[in-house]
DNA sequence: CTGAAAGCGCTAACAA
DNA sequence: TTGTTAGCGCTTTCAG
């Protein structure tokens, strides 16, 4: 075998090609000041020649930063989440930074096993949309140096920054709305009673309720999977004699359309209902679904830019975003 | 200031605490064979107490790994994209490895300045849906160590692990199935002429149409954008009467039926339709749609399974993995 | 079975 | 303005 030249030119190649020490070539390649231009130029044709790229592992190593955030998801299949991903994807490049993209499937062990990867993965910041809102279950394994913004959801009595929706003014706007319709049994039907946005819709639709002087009436389960035709024929029919449907969201709807449909009726038709998430090709349902929308991509922009601006400025108080959703009235809910 | 101690433990650290050598820590994290059951005891329980935690840059750098993968996409907020993505995660996650996700916007230059970003990295495989099949845009940046597996799209001339499906057959049959409902001037719509995808839906949509007897009528754009509902009243009606409609991706489709809707027309009542690429409710609408379903997170875990047993055995032949999609027939053809 | 020492590719004190 | 010299945290020869 010949003589083995590991094959990526490094840095001391680019020195002594441009034949300046490797200071030098250092100082070009991060556009440092005080290099005289003769040999800002001689390295840059040397990087040129050679075909250097820079490696990202040494120089995170040795800068104790990664360059890179990490975001954890409970869903990448949901429009929303896939949306918001796409969001501050975008602005993570515009900055210069990678995402490494993580899904918790909703587990929070998954979460945390997930989220010690990234930190071990030296990932300068992280996005969270967490798996449970009821208590704090990660933490305490990021490092003080890691900024942290939860998205979506929000934790009980952790300060952290944080970006959400309106979630109980829609969902009240949306109940009223429902109520404004003559409909008295509206009922809820959300899943995962214990995160955030869930609890904060609930708490829109019962002073949705309140308002309308109607008694609430939820179908709450503890996960999707429960949410089948039976169970809507038996829980929200026969118990609850709905008369109307607010779903509280993406696929708690998609779930509702097929049940109901299984059930021989049709939503918006022979039953109203209000969808919390908007979706495409909602608008093209018969009849149209209402719907709150929320504005994914904005929401996933407004989680980066939260981020970003710990990561070069550092100071001042957590803040929480709050994004507002819209209502979007189609024709599903009675219109 | 007081001595400053950074505060996250190395293996140093550890290393002191158990009161062994540096390298028999290292032993330990590794789960090399030859320590000693006692020291690794104390090394385990050294690690513990510290709550150590590996720097995956450090270990990166000196063993040239990253035990991270690159995806680039062209839009995760398509549905097929999202969950291949999703799929993708999982058997990366599996195997112990971290998904780096990048996205080009179907952008040729974007797609390569990601692809250099994630190579600086130091990734050490990419999943890519490449942006343009006409011509290899990418793989001279591409260093040799690095393995990759191109996904959906196919790239002309350029050896490459590669997953896909089975577009010109599924084509044809969505085709012949329009036409044994007696539609003569099936008009296929599509965007990107220039992508493989297309390219071979095209060709199975019009050896469907030569088996029917039928001349090929395609209304092709560049760009999703010019796919409005002017243009489908010019060129899909006007121009080429069309009597039923097959459209080529999840973008063209969601266009087409709001275009259709726009021109007072109901996909699948007025006019036959079929789509390439299921999506959730598509079945919800209607009339529901007739699609060809594409098993996404499917494919997203085949092009990480390919990748893997590269990085794990490495040798051996390209390998093609073609997946079958499946015609699913609902009501929109005319059914 | 164990450890000392030499780097991986890069950045940053500290001089010159 | 420039270069020398240490490392970042880890793995890995190569001796003991």
Chains 1, 2 share one sequence.
């Not at 070539?25 to 290099?35: C, E, F, I, Y």
């Not at 090709?281 to 407004?302: K, N, W, Y």
């Not at 939260?306 to 009675?334: D, M, N, Q, Y």
Request: hydrophobic share 40%.
């Amino acid at each position: 075998m010949a003589l083995v030249r590991s094959d990526a030119p490094t840095l001391v190649d680019v020195a002594q090609e441009a034949e300046v020490s490797l200071k030098t070539a250092s100082r070009v390649l991060n556009n440092s000041k005080n290099v005289s231009q003769d040999k800002v130029l001689r390295v840059r044709q040397a990087m040129e020649r050679l075909g250097y790229r820079p490696n990202e592992l040494a120089r995170g190593l040795k800068a104790q930063r990664s360059a890179a955030i990490g975001m954890i998801v409970p869903n990448l299949s949901d429009p929303f989440t896939a949306n918001a991903v796409h969001g501050l994807q975008e602005v993570a490049r515009a900055n210069g930074y990678a995402v490494i993209l993580a899904s918790s499937g909703g587990d929070v062990d998954v979460e945390r096993s997930e989220i010690e990867t990234l930190v071990s993965r030296q990932v300068d910041g992280l996005v969270i949309a967490p798996a449970d809102s009821r208590k704090d279950s990660f933490t305490d394994i990021i490092p003080a140096s890691v900024h942290v913004v939860t998205f979506d959801q929000l934790i009980r009595n952790v300060e952290l920054d944080t970006v959400t929706v309106t979630n109980r003014r829609s969902a009240q706007q949306a109940t009223e709305h429902l109520a404004s319709h003559g409909c008295r049994r509206i009922v809820a039907i959300g899943a995962r009673p214990y995160l955030y946005t869930c609890k904060e819709r609930i708490a829109g639709y019962k002073a949705g309720m309140k308002a309308a002087a109607l008694p609430p009436r939820m179908c709450l389960v503890d996960h999707e999977s429960s949410l089948t035709a039976d169970w809507l024929k038996k829980e929200v029919f026969q118990n609850q004699k709905a008369d109307a449907i607010f779903t509280l969201n993406w696929v708690c709807t998609t779930l509702t359309l097929r049940g109901l449909r299984t059930l021989g009726k049709t939503a918006g038709r022979d039953i109203p209902l209000f969808s919390f998430d908007d979706f495409d090709l909602a608008d093209m349902l018969t009849p149209a679904l209402s719907v709150v929308q929320q504005p994914a991509e904005i929401l996933g922009r407004e989680a980066a830019r939260l981020l970003f601006e710990r990561l070069k400025g550092s100071g001042g108080k957590f803040r929480a975003v709050v994004v507002p959703t819209s209502l979007v009235i189609r024709h599903s809910c009675g219109c």
